[in-house]
């Protein structure tokens, strides 16, 4: 099936520690991986993708890993600032045919200053 | 920058009650989606359209919904009878092509 397993569901750390959030996703997932951010009351935004033909990619202090064999992927997010408090959702395309965005449960860091 | 929007950003309705959630994607985006979030919850797959029909629809997404482009911009989705239980944010979002979804601000709908 088509599905998309997040953990933790909350997350809380202080400023200036880093923050892991972990995913895995069923057989039938394709080759994009986005991770979207979410504010209260806001749309979820993109902040950093990463498609199979890669295992890494930096944007200054988030980070992305993905492991095809295990069939996980993992958001970092290094020297967290208050400003980075949101839930963060992981997400996966299943393209059967037409393209499906799956996204995770959503996990809720927290940033104490 | 060019955005995804939806109108209203928030309606209230009595159950039963038809209701229709309008989205105006960016205007060179092919592949359009409708994403419901309920109160707390995770982002969930409704419906996805391309070339004028719908490409792929989740269980949730039955009888009762319906999606339509009715012009050149829009992208309508009709709740036909609405239940306490659609009651939820629904965003709409656009793509370009295989990959990348732009979300617009999104429209609460409240069943009362």
Redesign the interface.
Known sequence: GENVEQHPSTLSVQEGDSAVIKCTYSDSASNYFPWYKQELGKRPQLIIDIRSNVGEKKDQRIAVTLNKTAKHFSLHITETQPEDSAVYFCAAIFSGGYNKLIFGAGTRLAVHP | EPEVTQTPSHQVTQMGQEVILRCVPISNHL?F?WYRQILG?????LV?F?NNEI??KSEIFDDQFSVERPDGSNFTLKIRSTKLEDSAMY?CAS?EG?????????SRLTVL
């Open positions: 592949y989606y919850q995770k982002v969930e797959f996805s391309y490409s792929e965003f793509s295989s990959e990348e979804l732009f979300f617009g601000e999104g």
